[in-house]
C-alpha cells in the first residue's frame, strides 16, 4: 500500500464486502502488515466456505483494512483483521469490529471469539478496549509455538457506538 494518509485527515472510507475479485489487494495488504502472513490459499479457502463474511474499508480503490469471520451458529469467529500501516489510528479496526458485530447479531450469533497473540500488546488493547474479554490460553497455536489469548465479546445486548450504525449498506460492486 503506498498511499500516504495525514493522521488527521477526513479520509472517507466505503465499507464493502470483499470477494475473491479483490483477492489481490487482500494479499497486498496482509503482506504488507505481517511476518507471517496468510497465503493466497489461506485465503481462497475462506472464499470457498458458506459461512465466511469478508468486508473491508475503502479509501477510493485502495483497500485500507478487511476482517475475515465465521458465522456459525450462535457465534461469529474472527480470523483476520488487517489495516494497511498508512491507515492505523483512524478507527478502521473499531468501524469493522461494529460492522462485524451488527452483522452477527442481525445473524442471532450471541458472541464473538477471536485468539490473538499476547505479545500483540495494540490488538489486545484495541479489543479490550471494544469489550473483549480474555477467557483463556490456547498452547501453541501459532506455528512459532506462541501461544493465543481466547478473547470473546457477548454480542446478545451490543449496541452501536455513536459512530456506528446498527445496518451497514456494504457495496457490493
Known sequence: MSARVEENSRTPF??????????????????????????????LGEFQRPF????????GETLAAQCFFWLIASE?????????LPFRRMGLARRLIAA??????????????LEVRPSNVAAV?????????AEGLRPGYYEDGEDALLMTLDITNWRPGPKNHDRYNFSRR
Open 76 to 84: 461469529a469467529h474472527l480470523l483476520n483483521l488487517t489495516v494497511a
Open 14 to 43: 466505503e465499507l464493502v464486502r470483499l470477494t475473491v475479485l479483490d483477492l489481490a489487494a487482500i494479499l497486498e495488504l496482509e503482506r504488507s502488515a505481517y511476518a507471517q502472513p496468510w497465503t493466497d490459499q489461506n485465503f
Open 125 to 133: 488493547s484495541l479489543y479490550k478496549s471494544a469489550g473483549f474479554t
Open 52 to 59: 465466511t463474511v469478508a468486508i473491508g474499508a475503502k479509501s
Open 100 to 113: 462485524m458485530a451488527s452483522l452477527g447479531r442481525n445473524a442471532r450469533a450471541e458472541k464473538i471469539f
